[in-house]
């Protein structure tokens, strides 16, 4: 099977919002209300929002490949883009995002992978991210690939608070 990794752009913006929606959806809809989970749909991956991230030169969007149809995709961001203040040697990993008909593939592996070289070709220090605390299999997987709990912030989901993981790797 092939996989191949492609930089998004602005005329990817329709595909990037079905794809944000199919994945997020997938993920977390049985464990939030309909209401929370449609409310966070709604701010996070209408059209303009994703066009602003999109254009954000600080912000980096790759779609993954699996057998020429579109099976995920990473988001990194660095400098102001970062959802928390973490300085310019740190470099974010948003979303790595994978559908569920394809996970199972080492497509998360390839995609962090992804986020390792930009964070290594950027001569960042460390590497971040936000991860639900009730999402076991992810937390392994960062765990497996040397991050390690480092804190943790909210995320709200339209209304309800919840708390996700800060988990940092650094490079020496």
């Given at each position: 099977?092939?996989?191949?990794?492609?930089?998004c752009t602005?005329?990817?913006?329709?595909?990037?919002?079905?794809?944000?929606?199919?994945?997020?959806?997938?993920?977390?809809?049985?464990?939030?209300?309909p209401?929370?989970?449609?409310?966070?749909?709604?701010r996070a991956?209408?059209?303009?929002?994703?066009?602003q991230?999109?254009t954000?030169?600080s912000?980096?969007?790759?779609?993954?490949?699996?057998?020429?149809?579109?099976?995920?995709?990473?988001?990194?961001?660095?400098?102001?883009?970062?959802?928390?203040?973490?300085g310019?040697?740190?470099?974010?990993?948003?979303?790595?995002?994978?559908?569920?008909?394809?996970q199972k593939?080492?497509?998360?592996?390839?995609l962090m992978n992804?986020?390792?070289?930009?964070a290594?070709?950027?001569?960042?220090?460390?590497i971040?991210?936000?991860?639900w605390?009730?999402?076991k299999?992810?937390i392994?997987?960062?765990?497996?690939?040397g991050?390690?709990q480092?804190?943790s912030h909210?995320?709200?989901?339209?209304?309800?608070?919840?708390?996700?993981?800060i988990?940092?790797?650094t490079?020496?």
């Open positions: 099977m092939a996989k191949n990794i492609k930089k602005l005329e990817d913006l329709h595909e990037l919002q079905a794809i944000s929606i199919e994945t997020f959806t997938e993920t977390f809809e049985e464990q939030n209300s209401e929370h989970l449609n409310a966070y749909l709604e991956y209408n059209l303009n929002q994703l066009e991230e999109l954000n030169h912000s980096q969007f790759f779609f993954v490949y699996l057998d020429q149809e579109v099976a995920g995709y990473l988001k990194v961001n660095t400098e102001e883009a970062q959802s928390e203040a973490m310019d040697d740190s470099l974010e990993v948003e979303r790595i995002y994978v559908k569920k008909k394809f593939h080492g497509l998360g592996k390839h992804k986020a390792l070289e930009i290594m070709e950027q001569k960042k220090k460390k971040w991210l936000g991860v605390e009730d999402n299999n992810a392994a997987f960062y765990q497996k690939k991050f390690v480092t804190g909210s995320f709200f989901m339209g209304d309800d608070e919840q708390v996700d993981l988990m940092t790797k490079f020496l």
